[in-house]
């Protein structure tokens, strides 16, 4: 299973981040498994985003406030996350990552996506 | 500010045994859910090193150990070696915070991450 991040990497502040997550080698149609977003901002720890369920119900990082939004394309195989309003708090490392519903493991995981929140 | 916390830093000698603690909460670790590892060297995405606080994925060495006890949890290293060194990360399941969105609650929850030095 290989997950693969593509999205801008520059985003201006108040304007929308977008990231879409193309999976190979397993179907995000398939039960056991939903698809999550983590971030790491530089030098920093891990923050889970959030995730999307196989039947497309998710669920959100409630710190994240109503700025977030998440959608799967299972024809393409990918989901997606769009972040509103952003900031330069915003400015990370993003990552895609199957959450192995069974014991919440997060495995395995994209190789990152570095999103720029800047003017 | 984590809801998981890790000490920053720990180091040891090659050929050490070194220990990293996660200390949660009543409604994480307390409440009885699992614990996961993951290293994370640098300019790379974290990767799976212990699930289910103590299994091991195939092709991690039974040095690396996990534990768990009340609203803690440790993961051990013996018989450090120099590649060991990178940023270990704990992961749980926190049932205290409410979904933004509907249909699933709860939230994925990481600690701030240790440094492991081999000196």
């Known amino acids: 299973v290989q997950l693969q991040e593509s999205g801008p990497a520059l985003v201006r502040p108040s304007q929308t981040l977008s990231l879409t997550c193309n999976v190979s080698?397993?179907?995000?149609?398939?039960?056991?498994?939903?698809w999550s977003w983590i971030r790491q901002s530089p030098g920093k720890g891990l923050e889970w985003i959030g995730y999307?369920?196989?039947?497309?119900?998710?669920n959100y990082n409630p710190s994240l406030k109503g700025r977030l939004t998440m959608s799967s394309d299972a024809s393409k195989n990918q989901f997606s996350l769009q972040l509103s309003s952003v900031t330069a708090a915003d400015t990370a490392v993003y990552y895609c990552?199957?959450?192995?519903?069974?014991?919440?493991?997060?495995?395995?995981w994209g190789q990152g996506s570095l999103v720029t929140v800047s003017s | 500010q984590s809801v998981l916390t890790q000490p920053p830093s720990v180091s040891g000698a090659p050929g050490q045994r070194v220990t990293m603690t996660c200390t949660g909460s009543s409604s994480n670790i307390g409440a009885g859910y699992d614990v996961h590892w993951y290293r994370q060297l640098p300019g790379t995405a974290p990767k799976l090193l212990i699930h289910t606080t103590d299994r091991r994925p195939s092709g991690v060495p039974d040095r690396f150990s996990g534990s768990k006890s009340g609203t803690s949890a440790s993961l051990v290293i013996t018989g450090l070696q120099a590649d060991d060194e990178g940023d270990y990360y704990c992961q749980s399941y926190d049932r205290g915070r409410q979904s933004y969105d509907s249909g699933l609650t709860g939230s994925l929850v990481f600690g701030g991450g240790t440094k492991l030095t081999v000196l």
């Open positions: 990552a199957r959450l192995v519903t069974i014991v919440q493991t997060l495995n395995p």
């Open positions: 080698g397993a179907s995000i149609s398939s039960t056991g498994y939903y």
């Open positions: 999307i369920s196989n039947t497309g119900n998710t």
